[in-house]
């Protein structure tokens, strides 16, 4: 059987592990740091202390240097109750296993942190499938490194198989399931495709962004359900899917996962039915968390993912939320109100340039502006219907 890396369960402490490259600054490595700390957070594990080295490249061996991994080890030995290693980057099964015999502690990396907090959160079936096919395959280059007991040949009397290590016989057995795993989320997919053909001639409109940025708490807000939301990364996985009537004009909406930047390329693959949804969108509401304060690097990474997947001509209004937030961050109380107010303008008028006027401010929580966002909502939304569908747009106004 395959161990689980990480367990949500038993209370785990970690360190965090992270390098800077020649091409990125501290503050950078540090802010990428703090979204490492979040994962950890979201997967029951809690962060006690961090390291981070300046190198031109990752060490082929340990991915930290020598002296580096001295200093990690001295300090979980120091501390005593560090049961988890954290790196921020892809580790090869070689890697791991080299850092696991030097700190004699469990190691993970992002991406397994990734695929750990989405096996959590998988409630159906698809959603199940996509996760698992997703860890074999992130396992299936790493079985040397992770399996560290089939690393012998078998030899001697009653040993002598037909010709394979207990590591080629084990690779065939993932490889195996993995193919079974593609077979059946094809069979869901087609169950997919099918529903959403039977949703007849409606115009479809997908929640899209980084994630935790408020999407889940605008679907109920827009759609008046009750769909899971918290302060936490991934808090969705499945795409929900909700008929909306603004006025007499009905459209579908769906709330979709959330991007995330270095996420694991087998999710993208596992996911793709889930992502479906957004290719098959008629319009993206591309909702952005403005108060935090990398939040145009979030809003590069969802429009580089977007057009990864093929989306990024699609109409697309963008949605600045957590405006509330954003003004307690930037404002102190000493402020003049004429100030922010020409702050708060200059902002406006910047991204309605950069956006090309589709653009809305909001806070979805507070609930400021939502009938100016459904109106521009439903003004995409008819001018869609006079596209698509014109032998009946005249039915909705």
Known sequence: MIEKKISTVIEENAVLIGIIQKDQTEQQVNEYMDELQFLAETAGVTSVKRFTQKMA????RTFVGKGKLEEI??????KGNITLVIFDDELTGS???NIEKELNTRTVDRSDLILDIFASRAKTAQAKTQVELAQYQYILPRLKGM???LERQGGGVGTRGPGETEIE???RIVKDKITLLRKRLAEIDKQSFTQ???RGEFIRVALVGYTN???STLMNVLSKSEVFAENKLFATLDTTTRKVVFGQTPFLLSDTVGFIRKLPHHLVESFKSTLDEVREADILLHVVDISHPKYEEQLTVVNKTLADLGCAEKPTITIFNKMDKYAEEVFDQWLEDEVKENILKELKDRWQEETKGNCVFVSATERTNLDGLRQTILNKVR???QIRYPYKAEYFY
């Open 57 to 60: 490249h990752p060490d082929s």
């Open 73 to 78: 080890k001295n300090f979980i030995q120091f």
């Open 95 to 97: 890697q791991i296993l």
């Open 147 to 149: 399996w560290k007991h």
């Open 169 to 171: 016989t084990d690779r």
């Open 196 to 198: 959403r053909k039977e």
């Open 213 to 215: 940025v408020g999407k």
């Open 383 to 385: 001018d869609m219907y």
